[in-house]
């Protein structure tokens, strides 16, 4: 029979493992589905395993790479007794509680499940990107850009996380052209000056890529200036794609209510959402703020509308009775 | 690091790869990359669950910096499977236990 839980906690970002510490805190000793090894940031601990310096999570003076904080969070979660599962969850049932989550081979069936599956980084969808992706084209800035010293890349992207790969990159990189769609950025103005002040960084704005270009290995880049209509090519060692995410709702459609663009709606002001035992935080529900802080205190939030949600229905004493019986 | 696990430089990388009898899966890593450390683990149990039909090798890009390039490897981690000396199967990106027995899986 299917192994039952109090709390199963789907994702192991910051929302996610917040999550694990208040619940396990509370004894209600929870499974972590935390995801499979990957080179997206769909992958346990989430979209901070593929950036270097947080400088912005409060606490930490000097900032904190962002690996170690999330090896941090999960030791701390593992320390009040969370239990993980390396796998991802690939279907669930939420006609409950109880919720059923297949996960692997296991099928565990969950009074409350909190959804934390976070967001995914969106490729450009070009003719050569699959093709050319690993041979040039990388949505990892931190693993791949040792392999680009003295050579000029692009990144493309006008936000936080494309600019400070470009600033990350110029440690390599002998130029690094920022490849963004307007003629404004959208990143913080302290990661602006930064990349203003940086002589490496030079943006190209207004542009579009519409292809990558090489036989075995990224030669160059096919861009589109959206102002001028021009068409023309850059030759680049490097492209990192830094565009944008969606949020990672598949799993959940047809159970969960959704925004168009596939966010969660959750209640205003909580975690609840439209089914009953399930909860939802971080990036999965969140379009707006989407910050690791903001993500694990959403976390802190689900898990205790979690705990007060089972102590009112007592879901966690009654009997499965829909659970059915194999005789 | 497990016994059955080898690490591989520009020096010795010849005589373990291209002489090895059974097909040998290298791993190009390097100590700052995230996503190779997520798969050491994974490489570890395939590597004493598989013993005797494949072996795993451990090349620190670092460190071997010209047996990276001569395999043009741009992006870590690349696993690539040799078989008799010849590339068999180059896999790119960090995968779930699962999946990578799964690409591997004709050479098992």
Known sequence: MAETRDVVIIGSGPAGLTAAIYTARANLHPLVIEGEPSSTSDQPGGQLMLTTEVENFPGFIDGIMGPELMGNMRAQAARFGAEFRTVK??????????????????????????????????????????????????????????????????VVGGGDSALEEALFLTKFA???????????????????????????VAFVWDTVVTDVLGADALEAVALHNLVTGEDSTLPVHGL?????????????????????????????????????????????QDHVYRQAITAAGSGCMAAIDAERWLEATHAADREIAETPRNW | MAENITTLTDTNFNEEVKGSDAPILVDFWAEWCGPCKAIAPVLEEIASEQAGKIRIGKLNVDDAPATAQQFQVMSIPTLILFKDGEIQKRVVGARGKGQLLEEIAAFL
């Open chain 1, 89 to 154: 969850a690939g279907k669930v049932d939420l006609g409950g509680p109880p919720h059923r989550i297949v996960a692997g081979d296991e099928e565990i069936l969950a009074h409350a499940v909190i959804v934390a599956t976070g967001a995914r980084s969106l490729m450009l969808d070009l003719p050569n990107e699959r093709r050319l992706l690993g041979y040039g084209v990388s949505t990892c800035a931190t693993c791949d850009g040792f392999f680009h010293r003295g050579t000029e890349i692009a």
């Open chain 1, 240 to 284: 990192f794609i830094a565009i944008g995410h969606v949020p990672n709702t598949d799993l959940f459609q047809g159970w969960l209510e959704m925004e168009d663009t596939g966010y969660l709606v959750t209640q205003h002001g909580s975690s609840f959402t439209n089914v009953e035992g399930v909860f939802a935080a971080g990036d999965v």
């Open chain 1, 174 to 200: 002998s130029k690094v052209h920022l490849i963004h769609r307007r003629n404004e950025l959208r990143a913080s103005k302290i990661m602006q000056e930064r990349a203003q002040k940086n002589d490496k």
